[in-house]
């Protein structure tokens, strides 16, 4: 019995990216099932499955102690090679065929004015609560700040002005809670936030940023969109990077 | 053929990203800055071109297309493989920091739309 187990694991783990197609299929399946029996299609089969994704991930952290979710686990790991950054990306790429290039140059303007609102809104949230847990400095109150921003533009301002690691590993907790939070939050709060068209996702992905939040929450609303929102947010992790440790720093420095 | 549309994609990619990397680096942050926004304008620029010139065939359409259908199953991996353990146990502040930015963000979509559609809508729109 024993042996069966370790060939079919040798054999998942082997072609690991055809075992994650596998996985993955299967999760996305069981997820328009439920949304339809369940709900009658009201909650968006493709919101179910990456909220599924995530209790998954959630457990492959709990299992193995790693940090990659369920692709931790040796036979899954082609889930963490097939949403990777390099096939994340090839895939948002092309969404973006079919898509008129006028609707970019339409909001051009909206969508940068979203971009810097979305940066310094999250430092000035993030660096706001980390005051109210008692933080003090300059440099703890600005990587948490870019924490807020996204989970790599926290670490990327920590390291360059001199965080400690637990403040640099907060501020990839709260990047983390932010990305899962736009992902599971975005289809329930569309409608209120008239998130239904181009310009709107172009400008919710300058203010959000973080690529796989406005991935995935907008995949879970209306894939249609998700052009639009990751066209923005793909600038946000760079503007953070370059503002975060410069004038975002010294700014918050000024004031303490 | 489906590997055209696909090399035309990947290379897109390719160049958007050596791109993003080279502003990042112009800039001084060691981070990739507009890449994958880089590559999209490529494609959607040079698949036009194609389309109108009727050099990008169907055939080699559909080597996009499918990546482009696979995205959602490609975002439930994502989330799969993400370090949702480390975002739980970062406590009330990571927490707290999350979600009140994610919300503040949220009020601010319909704000920002509308300011831009006071500058625009007498020209733009008709």
Known sequence: ?256 | MAIYGTALLSLCLLVGIFVGKLIGILIGVNANVGGVGIAMLLLILLSERLQKSGRLEPPSERGIIFWSAIYIPIVVAMAASQNVLAAIKGGPLALIAGTVSVLVCFALVPLISRLGKADTTPDAES
């Open chain 1, 1 to 256: 019995m024993n042996t069966i187990i370790d060939v079919l694991e040798s054999v998942l783990a082997k072609y690991a990216l055809v075992t994650g197609f596998a996985v993955i299929g299967v999760t996305v399946w069981i997820s328009y099932v439920l949304s339809d029996r369940l709900t009658k299609g009201r909650l968006h089969g493709s919101a179910i499955a990456i909220f599924i994704g995530l209790v998954l991930a959630y457990y492959g952290g709990i299992a193995t102690g790693g940090s990659k979710g369920i692709s931790d686990i040796k036979a899954l790991a082609g889930v963490g090679i097939m949403g990777g950054a390099m096939l994340r990306d090839l895939a948002i790429v092309a969404t973006a065929f079919g898509v008129r290039m006028d609707e970019f140059r339409k909001t051009g303007l909206s969508g940068i004015v979203s971009l810097f609102a979305g940066v310094i809104i999250s430092f000035i949230v993030g660096a706001t609560i980390a005051y109210a847990f008692g933080y003090r400095d300059a440099v703890s109150l600005t990587t948490i700040g870019g924490g807020a921003a996204t989970y790599i533009v926290g670490p990327v301002t920590g390291s360059a002005i001199g965080a400690s690691s637990e403040v640099i590993a907060l501020s990839v907790a709260a990047g983390l809670v932010k990305s899962i939070l736009v992902m599971t939050l975005t289809p329930f709060l569309a409608k209120y936030i008239g998130l239904d068209n181009p310009r709107s996702a172009l400008i919710f992905g300058g203010l959000m940023g973080t690529t796989s939040g406005v991935a995935g929450g907008l995949a879970a609303t209306d894939p249609k969109l998700v052009p639009y929102g990751a066209m923005t947010a793909t600038f946000y992790t760079g503007l953070g990077c370059l503002l975060g440790p410069s004038v975002i720093f010294i700014a918050i420095r000024a004031l303490f």
